[in-house]
Nanobody, 124 residues
């Protein structure tokens, strides 16, 4: 079992930056693919970014490429999402997820563990 707790959300203005953190506890953190997803009311959960153990490979949704950066610190059992140049359409509840696999995935159904989410609101 893995427990995931997100933090770092808040309300910011367009163009601002935020860094989300996801602290993991439980089984060995290093064996998991870690991902970030987001969801707004009435819409499906949307893939944002994912990273392999060791941080060697990353994957991003087209909508966030060049603005968001995912990273992980296995020594701290933490994964991060640095979000720059935020736009109103980035407003959502952001979720951290863990996948027991060697392969990156963009599908929420292929992730085994989820955090409770942290709200990000981008508004002027």
């Amino acid at each position: 079992q893995v427990q995931l707790v997100e933090s770092g959300g808040g309300q910011v203005q367009p163009g601002d930056s935020l860094r989300l953190s996801c602290a993991a506890s439980g089984r060995a953190f290093g064996i998991y693919i870690m991902g970030w997803f987001r969801q707004t009311p009435g819409k499906d959960r949307e893939f944002v970014a994912a990273i392999t153990w060791g941080g060697g490979t990353t994957n991003y949704a087209d909508s966030v490429k060049g603005r968001f950066t995912i990273s992980r610190d296995d020594a701290k059992n933490t994964v991060y999402l640095q979000m720059n140049s935020l736009k109103p359409e980035d407003s959502a509840n952001y979720y951290c997820a863990a996948r027991v696999s060697a392969r990156l995935s963009v599908l929420p159904s292929e992730y085994n563990y989820w955090g409770q989410g942290t709200q990000v609101t981008v508004s002027s």
